[in-house]
């Protein structure tokens, strides 16, 4: 069976995830596609990567990343870095061959995430961007009855992604609050899981009417050299440092295929936590997910009999997307985690097979145009056409 080396960049939240799926894969999948070496991790300090190298299991570490882009033995570059250094990274590594996974947001803005596509596609490499939710077996259930038709036209789609772990004014300023590293806020981190799952499930989005807002302006600055995302963090008494992207944004949205809809994301829901929903409603029923429920979907078909009209609750399992991977029994249990797996099978099975995965990097440089939008409705007030 082939053997695919990876060079991971980044040794944080989504390095622990994607190293989590490079070795659990082959256990869910099998035969596996390819088996992933997990061959090299760089970090930022030499001290980093070689903690991330022994929790990870890389048998390699580096404390710069173009070592990565310049190891021949390396197949894949697998970017989990914060957002700014996605684009020259992905650049480096399609110019070297290497094939590439790369984080989501792709980019910070569409104008990176285009030249980021252009480089791939340049050098004919395979390429993903890791929107992992559409991956959830649930959601990958609800595009086979759309696709099916069996909930007929859609009408609308409602969105939200809501989480609360910025709510509190003294979590601390990490990278995910500055605009220079981040892009944007809610907008570019977690409105665009959403913006992916509407593309995924109605189509792509023509035009959008936002509003953002930025609630807590500044933040306590970290010195401990390892930026935490501040969830179950407080951190008072030392100095503050400017917060300038946004907290939240909601948006009505247009479809190209003449669907409306609406979403909402925001990081200051108290007693919201991964709350990443849909509600879609057709001319033939409706079809309802939410994340944090994430082993299951909801449906109502307007043709049930009149007596048993109503919402029932699918419990996906084997007999659903993925389900030969996974567990033998409904409802034992999809995680975050197995989001990742799914990914990293697809990914890995699109490189074997010589084509692209979805979602790749058209995906997130299209994502990206809408979330760029979105900002741009924001601070001029009105409707935004997107045009590819
Ligand atoms: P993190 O802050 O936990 O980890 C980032 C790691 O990259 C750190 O170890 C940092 O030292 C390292 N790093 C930074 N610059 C580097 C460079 N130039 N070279 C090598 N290493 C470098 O960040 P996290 O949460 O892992 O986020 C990484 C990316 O993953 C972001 O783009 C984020 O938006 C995305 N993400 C996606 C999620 C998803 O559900 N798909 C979930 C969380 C994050
Ligand atoms: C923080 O909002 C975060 O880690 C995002 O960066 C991820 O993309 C999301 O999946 C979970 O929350």
Redesign the pocket.
Known sequence: MQHLNVGM???????K?HALAYAAMPMFFWPAPAIPVRHTI???TAD?AGD?AARFGFAHSVAD?RRVIDDPDIHIVDI????D??PEIAIAAARAGKHVIC???LARTAAEARAMLEAVEAAGITHMV????RHTPAVALARQFIEKGRIGTILNFRGTYLQDWSADPNGPL??RFQKKIAGSGAVG?IAT?VLDMARYLVGEIAAVNAVTRTYVTERPVQNSG??K?GAAQRLTGVPKAAVDVDDEVMTLLRFKDGAVGSLEATRNAYGRNNYLTFEIHGTGGSIVFNYERRDELQVMFADDPADRRGFRTIYTGPAHPFGEGLWPIPALGIGYGETKIIECHLFLQAIVQGRQPSPNFRDGWLTSLVADALLRSAESGGWIDIVP
């Not at 960049?9 to 390095?15: L, S």
């Not at 890791?130 to 939710?133: E, L, S």
């Open positions: 960049i980044g040794g944080g939240f989504m390095g995830a760089a970090d930022v980093l991330a990343w989990v870095t914060p957002n250094s996605h984080e989501k947001p890791a929107f992992n939710y990490s990278w981190d899981h390892v930026d995302l």
